[in-house]
């Protein structure tokens, strides 16, 4: 049971630091450069799939170049060459390097195994 639950926790802790690092290269690389939504929801990898909508009869306008400065009026823009399901792919390309990475670290040793080592308690 030990190993396991040490396994669990690693994991967990390794997961959640991918996660930082995923919104964080997601906030920098594809947010306002593949796609711009103009109401977007704090931590935007962290809400897969609101990337861009409609709103208001607004729709969702395909742009040569995104321009960051938009206002809350405007319409969600995305570059163009891209769609939503090819956000969906990055998404799922982050998520996965996320997750094996994850494991990744998982399996290295954290801590010095001070048992049989000559270490008293």
């Known amino acids: 049971m030990y ?3 040490r396994f669990m926790v690693k994991f967990g802790l390794s997961l959640l630091m991918m996660t930082v690092v995923c919104e964080l290269v997601w906030d920098f690389f594809v947010f306002g450069s593949l796609y711009l939504c103009t109401d ?3 931590f935007g990898f962290l809400h897969p799939g609101d990337w861009v909508h409609t709103f208001d009869g607004n729709s ?6 995104i321009v960051p400065d938009s206002y809350p009026g405007d319409p969600d823009s995305l570059k ?6 090819r956000l969906w792919d990055v998404w799922f390309g982050f998520a996965g390097v996320a997750v094996v990475v994850s494991v990744g670290l998982t399996r290295l040793p954290w801590l010095p195994d001070w048992r049989g080592k ?3 308690k």
């Open 40 to 42: 977007p929801p704090i």
């Open 60 to 65: 969702i306008q395909v742009v040569a170049h």
């Open 80 to 85: 163009e060459g891209w769609n939503v399901t």
């Open 118 to 120: 000559g270490y008293s």
């Open 3 to 5: 190993p396991l639950f």
